[in-house]
């Protein structure tokens, strides 16, 4: 019998490439991986958030939004309606979306007659009370809210009261690649006979890269082969606020502290395959980032599954990924620790590849097929999502997404993995 399908009419609202965003990124790859796991059953658009610079878009958005026209999120929601979607995912950070607080999303989700799905990308432990009023409405309007670890659950429930029913987890996504030796993959890139050290995504203060360069002397004295890779462009929205006085800033410092043989900025907004292959070149990954306020990080999230050490500052995100010995946490701000940690790891081999394996093998549970097949569970039967194994009831769409080993289970070097 040959079986009618109906298509499923799901509009993501969110940012979307080409705009330089990380959220736009993550839809991106969310969209691609519910299409792999709903196939014709899946019919996707986009309603982009646009700020500032305009972009021209090509399928699968239908539709920009102004952050800052307020008449455009009206606009939108009609459409919506006309289009009579089935459901409408949300991708929420406040930034996104215009007035205080991003208040203006409101305007759209009390208009709109199908059911959302919301995922939060920021979670705020003491919010102001217009953010506090701003997020409760976006989980009022929304029939599930989907966070990306254990924190947001807890945060969710403690600090907004949202009932645990309304409530799932489901991971960020990493793309699904096989385990590789970092010497295998340094001769592409010109970097044979060095140790490398990697930050990447976009450039912000935030991002606490002054610290990292402090601790950069102290490394290269014991290990003169290191040398320290920035990867990324500067933040749009801080290019927009302050130019690029922060980098500028990093260059000085650099040189202040004769590093020039030691220190590269890879000044550019690099494709997924370029970045694994940085990655893959990589004995390290750090996040020095300068405050405990982030809840995900897509950059963690890729370089704990591409298998990399990492050492970081103990921001939310951090916590929960390099929990169990995955990964090092030393103090905000404190280079002379940063120092230490990384040249610990240099120093030790052994100890090295171990937590690289220990990364590699967490990051099976979180791939990006893993991931799109839980939000398709989620956005076609989002009243009782389903999964195939068994993990504990509070959170019923992760029951795929559980780690394929005990932590310490051996690895099969040679597996090629699908991408």
Not at 108 to 114: P, Y
Not at 242 to 254: A, D, I, K
Not at 400 to 405: A, H, I, S, T
Request: negative net charge; proline residues 5%.
């Amino acid at each position: 019998m040959i079986r009618n399908l109906q298509p499923k009419k799901i509009a993501f609202i969110s940012s979307f490439l080409p705009r330089k965003c990380g959220i736009a990124t993550f839809t991106s790859d969310l969209i691609k991986n519910v299409r792999t796991a709903g196939g014709v059953e899946f019919s996707p658009s986009v309603f982009a958030m646009q700020s500032g610079d305009e972009h021209t878009y090509s399928q699968p958005v239908e539709f920009v939004i102004r952050r800052d026209v307020a008449a455009d999120y009206i606009d939108a929601a009609d459409y919506l309606n006309s289009k009579r979607v089935d459901i409408v995912s949300l991708q929420h950070e406040f930034g996104l979306f215009g007035a205080e607080a991003g208040l203006y999303i409101t305007l759209l989700l009390e208009r709109i007659k199908a059911p959302v799905i919301t995922t939060l990308h920021t979670i705020l432990e003491k919010p102001s009370p217009w953010y506090f009023d701003a997020l409760m409405e976006v989980c009022e309007a929304s029939e599930t809210i989907v966070v990306m670890n254990e924190r947001g659950v807890d945060m969710l429930m403690d600090i907004y009261a949202v009932p645990e029913r309304k409530i799932r987890l489901i991971p960020h996504g990493i793309p699904d690649m096989p385990f590789l030796r970092a010497s295998s993959r340094r001769r592409s890139l010109s970097l044979s006979g060095r140790k490398i050290i990697l930050t990447f995504g976009l450039i912000g203060r935030n991002k606490g890269i002054e610290v990292m360069l402090k601790a950069m002397p102290a490394i290269v004295r014991t290990h003169p082969e290191v040398l320290y890779i920035v990867l990324g462009t500067t933040h749009p929205e801080v290019v927009k606020n302050e130019g690029y006085s922060y980098r500028e800033e990093l260059f000085q410092l650099v040189e202040e502290l004769g590093l020039q043989n030691h220190v590269v900025f890879h000044e550019k907004f690099v494709s997924d395959t370029e970045l694994q292959e940085f990655l893959y070149a990589s004995d390290i990954y750090v996040t020095p980032y300068l405050y405990k306020e982030q809840l995900t990080s897509g950059t963690l999230a890729f370089a704990v599954g591409t298998g990399k050490a990492v050492v970081s500052t103990p921001y939310w995100a951090a916590e929960e990924l390099l929990a169990e010995n995955r990964g090092k946490l030393v103090a905000f701000g404190d280079s002379e620790q940063m120092a230490s940690t990384v040249i610990e790891l240099l120093d030790d081999d052994t100890a090295l590849s171990q937590m690289q394996l220990r990364a590699y093998q967490y990051g099976r549970a979180i791939t990006w097929p893993k991931v799109g097949r839980a939000y398709w569970n989620l956005l076609t039967h989002f009243e009782q999502p389903t999964m195939e194994t068994a993990v504990p009831e509070r959170y019923p769409d992760i029951k795929e997404l559980q780690p394929v080993m005990s932590a310490g289970a051996d690895i099969d070097h040679s597996m090629s993995l699908s991408s």
